[in-house]
């Protein structure tokens, strides 16, 4: 496998920004099929490949795996800030699609996180499920009002939000679910917690509400808490159920 690690200027964020890509060493001349990894809060864009053994897991996929930067804004437009929704839903994949050998057909595209990276890969998805095959939520942030709430420190959320730190409509994953009720969606959608994971409420929530909506959904939970080697299993049963 080959490593890209590096910085590419953003349009969107006005600004340079790290990315990691993991590559394969040959690929037959063939568009790679891609996968978009994101962070949680408390890491980075090469947090996966640290502390993962990812590289590993897509060696035979003839897959790319982007790992991009959003420092802590829940791959959200910020109100006072930079924004990330908008450079990883669409800056993103056009710069990658274009610096690399990647296949521009949605059935090659996927995109999954961890944490705060999960709410970014589910609220990404569902505002164009037809961009992506395939989404993963790990030990996710599926919604986002029990956090804003019970934060003691407003102040990243300010930023995030605004003065009132008001959670908008196509902020809320339920409310984008609401919309694509009457439409076919063909992406197939991952999710997993772990049963000691703080976030496990919202995760059992989920699973009770989404059964009211026509997802191809593939809901898991084991013993785990919200940790690396949680997360390691989850990237390779992902990859099994959903990239192959």
Known sequence: MAV????????????????????????????????????????????????TRVEQYVKDKHLAVICPEAAHSFYLNMRYGQKYENFIRTELVSICESMFNLSRKPKDRFIAGLSMGGYGAMHTCLKDPSRYAGCGCFSGVLDLNPMVSSLTEADEWRSILGQEIKISDDMDLYRLMDQLKRKKVSTKFYVACGKEDFLYPQFKEWKKRVKDYPLDVVNQQWTGSHEWPFWDQCIQKFLELVVK
């Open 4 to 51: 890209f690690s590096g910085s590419v200027f953003s349009q969107e964020l006005q600004m340079d920004t790290h990315l990691v890509v993991i590559l394969p060493d040959e690929s037959d001349g063939k568009p790679l099929r891609s996968l978009y990894l994101l962070h949680g809060f408390s890491d980075d864009c090469t947090s996966w490949q640290r502390k």
